[in-house]
């Protein structure tokens, strides 16, 4: 065989395999480098333009509105311990005071919950001053200061080109200066899909769409074998040629449900002997297993535990306590850093309207995420006890300082006089001055000075 007729017969071979592709496109040799599948599978609509479905979304599954609540929740659990050199402790406890009267934690909260919800959310300042101007924080000093919490959707950019950030907004008919909102913003999309959305982040359902739609699907097919997990058959002689009749339609529908009220309320079904019953009953094996696993899937797009979500615990040899950390490793990483910049901004206007200036040492503390068994708090309150008392035994701190930082930490809530730096001996002086010694038993004034031994009188 020649080689032209050679090179004739392997392109005649592959031409009628269907092999010429491959021949000029390598990529085309595999699935799996093939980026058509890659664009097939991608949509190109963004579930964060539809505030609608969202919203009704949120307001009817339970499972989605603890996706979205509870790592807020979590971020702010057991408060935010405010701290500063500069005030005073009264001064201190009004603001703590001032907060919590006027729910700033909750709008603050609620404005987080929006922005993940539909990628953008806003804390308003409420004053008396003109809400289309720029806000004095210096005349601030003792009026009205309140917070409204709001989302991307109800607090409109008045100039959409600009970008949010650089824009005034439209809040049910009225101007609000940018000087005013402090902004929440979802999820940063690239830059292609930033255009669309206006400056405003992505919202948290964008990147669960998919185990989302499955779950969803999983639970209508299994409310439709419900319904049809017992199905009667009827069969009916000559019901073609019944059913050619003008009222054959009424006479079968009539038949049948004769047979349906008779199975209903009697144990014996009268029919025709050439008519035929039969019942058939489907199996939904596999079902729950199926349900599990997309359980588990939309959790871990949420990155959050399952138990978080459905609130199932962990089975086989896993405890949760892997689960449980990278949920709050995502709460460190993603929520506080977000709710601490709005943190700061109402708090610097607190002070504002309580003291009349910034606290520039003023510091927010988060409670630590991780809750501790009884046993495991006892035992750290015990090394702090002793690392504290450590440390007055080598007189690097007064016995009053160490009482003052257990009171603080709640390991002693009694008021004891040495925290006050006050002595048994300077005690019972001060009693004895007031005129109140016979308050004072002789066993107890022996005891203080010497030293906590009854010794007897000479």
């Given at each position: 065989?020649?080689?032209?007729?050679k090179?004739?017969?392997?392109?005649?071979?592959?031409?009628?395999l269907?092999?010429?592709?491959?021949?000029?496109?390598?990529?085309?040799?595999?699935?799996?480098?093939?980026?058509?599948?890659?664009?097939y599978?991608?949509?190109?609509?963004?579930?964060?333009?539809?505030?609608?479905?969202?919203?009704?979304?949120y307001?009817?599954?339970?499972?989605?509105?603890?996706?979205i609540?509870?790592?807020?929740?979590?971020?702010?659990?057991?408060?935010?311990?405010?701290?500063?050199?500069?005030?005073?402790?009264?001064?201190?406890?009004?603001?703590?005071?001032?907060?919590?009267?006027?729910?700033?934690?909750?709008?603050?909260?609620?404005a987080?919950?929006?922005?993940?919800?539909?990628?953008?959310?806003?804390?308003?300042?409420?004053?008396?001053?003109?809400?289309?101007?720029?806000?004095?924080k210096?005349?601030l000093y003792?009026?009205?200061?309140?917070?409204?919490?709001s989302?991307?959707?109800?607090?409109i950019?008045?100039?959409?080109?600009?970008?949010?950030?650089?824009?005034?907004?439209?809040?049910?008919?009225?101007?609000?200066?940018?000087?005013?909102?402090?902004?929440?913003?979802?999820?940063k999309?690239?830059?292609y899909?930033?255009?669309?959305?206006?400056?405003?982040?992505?919202?948290?359902?964008?990147?669960?769409?998919?185990p989302?739609?499955?779950?969803?699907?999983?639970?209508?097919?299994?409310?439709?074998?419900?319904?049809?997990?017992?199905?009667?058959?009827?069969?009916?002689?000559?019901?073609?040629?019944?059913?050619?009749?003008?009222?054959g339609?009424?006479?079968?529908?009539?038949?049948?449900?004769?047979?349906?009220?008779?199975?209903?309320?009697?144990?014996?079904?009268?029919?025709?002997?050439?008519?035929?019953?039969?019942?058939?009953?489907?199996?939904?094996?596999?079902?729950?297993?199926?349900?599990?696993?997309?359980?588990?899937?939309?959790?871990?797009?949420?990155?959050?535990?399952?138990?978080?979500?459905?609130?199932?615990?962990?089975?086989?040899?896993?405890?949760?306590?892997?689960?449980?950390?990278?949920?709050?490793?995502?709460i460190?990483?993603?929520?506080?850093?977000?709710?601490?910049?709005?943190?700061?901004?109402?708090?610097?206007?607190?002070?504002?309207?309580?003291?009349?200036?910034?606290?520039p040492?003023?510091?927010?503390?988060w409670?630590p995420?991780?809750?501790?068994t009884?046993?495991?708090?006892q035992?750290?309150?015990?090394?702090?006890?002793?690392?504290?008392?450590?440390?007055?035994?080598?007189?690097?701190?007064?016995?009053?300082?160490?009482?003052?930082?257990?009171?603080?930490?709640d390991?002693?809530?009694?008021?004891?006089?040495?925290?006050?730096?006050?002595?048994?001996?300077d005690?019972?002086?001060?009693?004895?001055?007031?005129?109140?010694?016979?308050?004072?038993?002789?066993?107890?004034?022996?005891?203080?000075?010497?030293?906590?031994?009854?010794?007897?009188?000479?």
């Amino acid at each position: 065989m020649s080689k032209k007729q050679k090179r004739i017969l392997e392109n005649s071979l592959t031409e009628a395999l269907g092999l010429e592709q491959y021949a000029y496109n390598p990529a085309a040799n595999s699935a799996l480098v093939n980026p058509a599948n890659l664009g097939y599978n991608i949509s190109y609509n963004l579930l964060t333009l539809y505030p609608y479905p969202l919203s009704y979304a949120y307001k009817q599954y339970g499972f989605l509105q603890t996706a979205i609540d509870q790592p807020i929740e979590d971020a702010f659990r057991g408060g935010v311990e405010l701290e500063s050199e500069t005030l005073e402790a009264d001064e201190l406890e009004l603001l703590k005071q001032t907060m919590e009267d006027h729910n700033d934690w909750e709008n603050i909260k609620e404005a987080q919950r929006w922005a993940r919800l539909f990628g953008g959310g806003l804390l308003i300042a409420n004053t008396s001053q003109e809400t289309n101007k720029p806000l004095n924080k210096k005349a601030l000093y003792g009026e009205k200061l309140d917070f409204i919490p709001s989302d991307r959707w109800e607090s409109i950019m008045s100039d959409p080109e600009a970008g949010v950030l650089y824009s005034n907004f439209m809040f049910h008919g009225k101007t609000i200066d940018k000087s005013r909102v402090c902004l929440a913003i979802g999820k940063k999309a690239p830059y292609y899909v930033r255009l669309r959305l206006q400056g405003w982040g992505l919202s948290f359902f964008e990147q669960t769409l998919p185990p989302l739609v499955q779950y969803l699907k999983s639970q209508n097919v299994m409310l439709e074998l419900l319904d049809e997990n017992k199905i009667d058959v009827l069969k009916i002689n000559q019901l073609s040629s019944i059913l050619m009749q003008n009222d054959g339609t009424q006479k079968i529908k009539k038949r049948v449900d004769v047979a349906a009220q008779n199975k209903n309320y009697k144990s014996m079904l009268v029919m025709d002997k050439e008519d035929d019953y039969v019942q058939k009953q489907l199996s939904v094996a596999g079902m729950a297993e199926l349900s599990k696993e997309i359980r588990v899937m939309v959790a871990a797009y949420l990155r959050q535990p399952v138990s978080k979500i459905w609130g199932t615990g962990s089975s086989g040899f896993s405890s949760g306590e892997d689960d449980l950390e990278n949920y709050n490793a995502m709460i460190e990483s993603e929520i506080r850093p977000q709710c601490l910049k709005m943190i700061k901004w109402v708090v610097d206007l607190r002070c504002h309207q309580l003291f009349g200036r910034k606290v520039p040492d003023l510091t927010s503390k988060w409670q630590p995420l991780r809750v501790l068994t009884g046993l495991e708090e006892q035992e750290k309150e015990d090394k702090i006890f002793n690392n504290i008392f450590g440390m007055v035994d080598r007189q690097l701190m007064l016995p009053s300082e160490a009482m003052e930082y257990l009171k603080r930490k709640d390991i002693i809530t009694m008021e004891t006089r040495a925290l006050k730096g006050e002595t048994d001996e300077d005690y019972l002086n001060r009693v004895e001055l007031a005129g109140g010694a016979n308050e004072v038993s002789e066993t107890d004034k022996r005891k203080s000075r010497s030293g906590g031994v009854d010794k007897p009188k000479d």
